[in-house]
């Protein structure tokens, strides 16, 4: 067994919190390996974690999700796309985000694995999550419910930028749409709608990965309720701190963590 079980439910737990909250599960885990040296875990481990991440979306946002799929269905009504109160017309909106996120985050793969283990580059999408959220405190607190399609489109491609680790998606999403006037509670709901394609196209590909276990099938219950659990909890989070427009006290932790990853990269210019 590649680990305990308490362990894998701890890491699960903290993929989901960190994932799904605007303060990058992709720096934490660079950090974690840059500290510790630490190897990726099994594909079949990873697998098992973003399955109940993407799980606790599907729970939690079950009815914008529905919502969407409904407006998917009935499709190609675009007089519904704009102007309504109602979650109708997201599916349009997703759709026309995941195009240039895609095609972005694609461009930039093989550069963000190749700064993965650069704590400089760590440091700076830290430090650029950070500012993100403090500058979310100025942002039009207007009463829209979607953003433009030319904004949805903005949304995808910056959406794709965050392959670079210490980039939050979430962060960077939800932000997005502040500054284009949707309205927080809103922004929350869209901001995970826009996550889904991604997040299951990421579970499909882990899948497909998987060529041997690292661990017996029933160890990977644990990481997957794990991060359940803490999807739950983080969206949960999430979802109250908009409400209570206290989204920018996430920079709290991400700042301090950019600038401790900033006197790593001091201290030991030299490790890999």
């Known amino acids: 067994m590649a680990a305990p079980v308490g362990q894998l439910a701890l890491l699960g737990a903290v993929h989901g919190?960190?994932?799904?909250?605007?303060?990058?599960?992709?720096?934490?885990?660079?950090?974690?390996r840059l500290l510790f040296q630490e190897p990726h875990p099994g594909t079949d481990v990873v697998a098992a974690l973003d399955v109940g991440t993407l799980v606790s979306m599907l729970i939690v946002l079950r009815r914008p999700v529905l919502a969407a799929i409904m407006d998917a269905i009935s499709v190609l009504r675009p007089a519904r796309v704009s102007g309504s109160a109602s979650p109708e017309g997201d599916a349009l909106l997703v759709i026309a985000c995941v195009g240039p996120a895609a095609a972005v985050g694609l461009l930039?793969?093989?550069?963000?694995?190749?700064?993965?283990?650069?704590?400089?580059?760590?440091?700076?999408?830290?430090?650029?999550?950070?500012?993100?959220?403090?500058?979310?405190?100025?942002?039009?607190?207007?009463?829209?419910?979607?953003?433009?399609?030319?904004?949805?489109?903005?949304?995808g491609v910056a959406q794709g930028l965050c392959?670079?680790?210490g980039m939050s998606a979430t962060a960077v999403t939800v932000v997005l749409l502040l500054w284009f006037g949707v309205r927080p509670l809103r922004s929350f709901e869209l901001s995970m709608l826009l996550s889904l394609p991604s997040a299951t196209a990421v579970v499909?590909?882990?899948?497909?990965?998987?060529?041997?276990?690292?661990?017996?099938?029933?160890?990977?219950?644990?990481?997957?309720?794990?991060?359940?659990?803490?999807?739950?909890?983080?969206?949960?989070?999430?979802?109250?701190?908009?409400?209570?427009?206290?989204?920018?006290?996430?920079?709290?932790?991400?700042?301090?963590?950019?600038?401790?990853?900033?006197?790593?990269a001091w201290a030991w210019p030299a490790r890999p």
């Not at 919190?17 to 974690?32: D, E, K, M, N, Q």
């Not at 219950?221 to 999807?231: D, E, M, Q, R, T």
């Open 108 to 155: 930039l793969n093989r550069l963000s694995r190749a700064v993965e283990m650069v704590p400089v580059a760590v440091a700076l999408g830290f430090l650029s999550t950070g500012a993100l959220l403090v500058s979310s405190r100025w942002a039009h607190r207007l009463v829209r419910d979607r953003p433009s399609a030319i904004q949805a489109l903005l949304v």
């Open 163 to 165: 392959v670079f680790p």
């Open 17 to 32: 919190l960190s994932t799904l909250l605007p303060i990058s599960w992709s720096g934490h885990r660079a950090l974690f």
């Open 204 to 264: 499909l590909l882990d899948v497909a990965g998987i060529e041997h276990l690292s661990v017996p099938p029933f160890v990977l219950a644990f990481p997957a309720l794990g991060s359940f659990i803490g999807g739950a909890i983080a969206l949960t989070i999430l979802r109250r701190s908009l409400i209570r427009g206290t989204f920018a006290m996430f920079a709290s932790w991400v700042v301090p963590v950019g600038l401790s990853t900033l006197a790593l």
